[in-house]
């Protein structure tokens, strides 16, 4: 089992930054993949980034170049650095785990990103 705790988000104007962060407890060592993903009211939850344990990452052609996703090892901690914001850019996030061993996605409770125009 993993926990995921999320922290960061908020309201900001477009072109302005946030970081989202989120801390993993639990089976820790068993986590492959850290993530976020984000939603729309009535939309359905789409990839915005991830970092593999290897150190790879994936992001969203919407977000590339705008978007930095990173992880602190010592701290289990995975960060989304956004920079460049849009109005588009608002959801609520939602950082995950995925653990290949029981092919499982741990999820947090989400944070709400607003940005306004």
């Known amino acids: 089992q993993v926990q995921l705790a999320e922290s960061g988000g908020g309201s900001v104007q477009a072109g302005g930054s946030l970081r989202l962060s989120c801390a993993a407890s639990?089976?820790?060592?068993?986590?492959?993949?850290m993530g976020w993903y984000r939603q729309d009211p009535g939309k359905q939850r789409v990839l915005v980034a991830r970092?593999?344990?290897?150190?790879?990452?994936n992001y969203a052609d919407s977000v590339k170049g705008r978007f930095t996703i990173s992880r602190d090892n010592a701290k289990n901690t995975v960060y989304l650095e956004m920079s460049r914001l849009k109005p588009e850019d608002t959801a609520v996030y939602y950082c995950?785990?995925?653990?290949?061993?029981?092919?499982?996605?741990?999820w947090g409770q989400g944070t709400q990103v607003t940005v306004s125009s």
């Open positions: 995950y785990a995925y653990i290949a061993d029981v092919r499982s996605n741990y």
């Open positions: 970092i593999f344990s290897g150190g790879g990452t």
């Open positions: 639990g089976s820790i060592s068993s986590i492959n993949i």
